[in-house]
């Protein structure tokens, strides 16, 4: 697999990092996830205006790679290279502040920022969405700027893991005082009273992409929408429940923590809003 890392194109393999880098020691960092569908990013835009938004919100210095144009570029090249601009793949794109002797205080200001661009096969979840998933719900442990897509993930990779061993696709991450924020790498909506709601775009969820076109194809589509966080209790009550994401797309929930949700099988609401974002994709999302 091809890659690129500051400035140079090169096998992944040979893509070598200093041990003082400050993704390594203090994850003091940035990502960001596009989807590419036959060698064209989705949603671009609006990746590109996150990144642009944690590289601020970090204080990071601004990479030369972070031109919309210039990152476009290396995201196709790499597509090409890699032989993903056929069909689906994502890009995953990584800034650090750096390599720079080990100190919590930011490195001098010429120290050059650590640019990280490859890009991944993508099979979506076409035998899961049939049936549905399950999920169960964990803790939110994260730190109160999870607006941020950093790379500090652990309480998401705990989250997951706790998931995964319970046999379910996703853990739904709750606030102490019983908000449902979001899951671990997804966006939570549910409806409720025959109206879709989700969490705001506060500091406690990352505002998803796909979650913003999903409440775009919600609009068209006259399905009514409310922007307020469901609560534990509610989830309980809920016609349907599903997940957004750019590695998931829309995802119906259909047993949260051994209880059925709404039917026990995959909302109208969902498929629908999911056939739309498929179709928004030009028809070859995954389905
Ligand atoms: N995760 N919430 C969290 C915590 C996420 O990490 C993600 C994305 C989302 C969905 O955002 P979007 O629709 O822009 O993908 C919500 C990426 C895919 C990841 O970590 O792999």
Not at 142 to 151: E, M
Not at 252 to 265: N, Q, W
């Amino acid at each position: 697999m091809r890659a690129y890392l500051n400035g140079q194109y090169l096998d992944k393999a040979d893509a070598k990092l200093s041990v003082d880098d400050r993704g390594f020691v203090f994850g003091d960092g940035i990502y960001e996830v596009y989807r590419a569908i036959d060698g064209e990013l989705f949603e671009a835009e609006r990746h590109h205006r996150r990144l642009e938004h944690g590289l601020e919100a970090l204080r990071l210095p601004r990479p030369t790679e972070a031109d919309a144009g210039t990152l476009h570029g290396i995201a196709l090249r790499l597509l090409r290279e890699n032989g993903h601009d056929t069909g689906e793949a994502t890009v995953y794109v990584q800034v650090t502040r750096g390599a720079a002797p080990r100190a919590h205080v930011f490195p001098p200001a010429d120290t050059a920022p650590t640019v990280f661009v490859t890009t991944y096969p993508f099979k979506g979840f076409a035998d899961l969405r049939r049936t549905g998933a399950t999920v169960i719900t964990q803790p939110d442990v994260r730190w109160l700027r999870c607006n941020i897509k950093t790379v500090q993930l652990l309480p998401n990779v705990l989250a997951k893991q706790a998931a995964a061993e319970a046999g379910a696709l996703e853990a739904l991450l709750v606030r102490a005082d019983g908000t449902v924020t979001e899951g671990t790498h997804t966006n939570l909506f549910a409806v409720l009273d025959d109206e879709l709601r989700t969490h705001p775009t506060t500091e406690l969820i990352l505002p998803g992409v796909t979650r913003a076109v999903v409440l775009e194809l919600a609009h068209e589509l006259g399905i009514p929408v409310r922007e307020e966080a469901i609560t534990e209790e509610e989830l309980g009550q809920c016609e349907e429940l599903f997940l957004t994401g750019t590695t998931t797309d829309v995802m119906p929930v259909v047993s949260c923590d051994g209880r059925i949700v709404g039917a026990g099988v995959p909302g109208a609401i969902a498929m629908r809003l999911h056939d739309a974002l498929v179709a928004r994709m030009g028809g070859v999302g995954a389905r």
